[in-house]
Structures are given as C-alpha cells and as structure tokens.
C-alpha cells in the first residue's frame, strides 16, 4: 500500500438467495472496492444481522414498504436498493429516484455513497511530489 491510500471499501449485503441475487453479488465481487456479503434471509429477518454488519448499502429483491420504513428509521443514511428481478431494474429507496437498469447498479452504489461522504473511490495521495517533504 503507498501512501495516503485508504482501506475504505464500500460495505454491501445482499439480503436474500435468489440465483438473480447471488449472480448480482458474484459481478459486483470483481470491484475491490466493494465488500460484499450474502445473508441468506428476507430483509425482515435479516435485520439483526444488519445492526453487527453496519453495511453502508443493502440489496434485496422487492422489499416490502414495511421493510423498508423500518429499516430507513433504524440505520439513517443507508441506501437500500431494491431488486426486481422480473423487470431486471433497481430502485433506491433512500430518496425519491427513478428506477435504473440493473446494469448500473455499480455505479449507482458509488454515486451514492460518494455523495454523502462515506467512501471516495478517486483518492490521491496525501503527498504529492515536493509536498509535505521533510526539509
């Protein structure tokens, strides 16, 4: 690792065991700076699994408007990010957007987190040629 690099990787859990699912996570898996975790269970149960992970990002397959109410009031700031499988589109439940082509789900996960400050992928390093040298 060189110098003013981050270990900041954006946390994922997909909630749910779908062969759409597992096939989403497995092509997101190849970006090193996502962590991705599976959680075999419906969003609802997976809720305390949740609160030990502090993931920054949720996926699961067409969380009922329950699931997503009590999940926004007890981890503030997290995107879920719903999964339809029959329309093969995604929509973000942290704030009113439009539904997006699961092809952008990657990009859509860094948008978002780069937007309320959790990860930075672009990082440079904190000492750029002749900067902060020692004299």
Known sequence: MKVGETLETVEVVFCGNS???CGLAAGLRL???LRIRLVDN???KAMPELKILHPHVV????PAPREVNTLQNTHPGLLLIGI???TD???IFAVEQPVFSV???GQVIFQYTKRNGHFEPNCEFANKRG???EK
Do not use: G, M, Q
């Open 31 to 33: 970006n090193k700076k």
């Open 89 to 91: 589109s995604l929509r």
């Open 103 to 105: 092809e952008k789900l």
């Open 84 to 86: 339809d499988a029959a």
């Open 131 to 133: 900067e902060n040298d």
């Open 42 to 44: 419906t969003l609802d």
């Open 59 to 62: 996926i699961a397959e067409s």
């Open 19 to 21: 062969v759409y699912l």
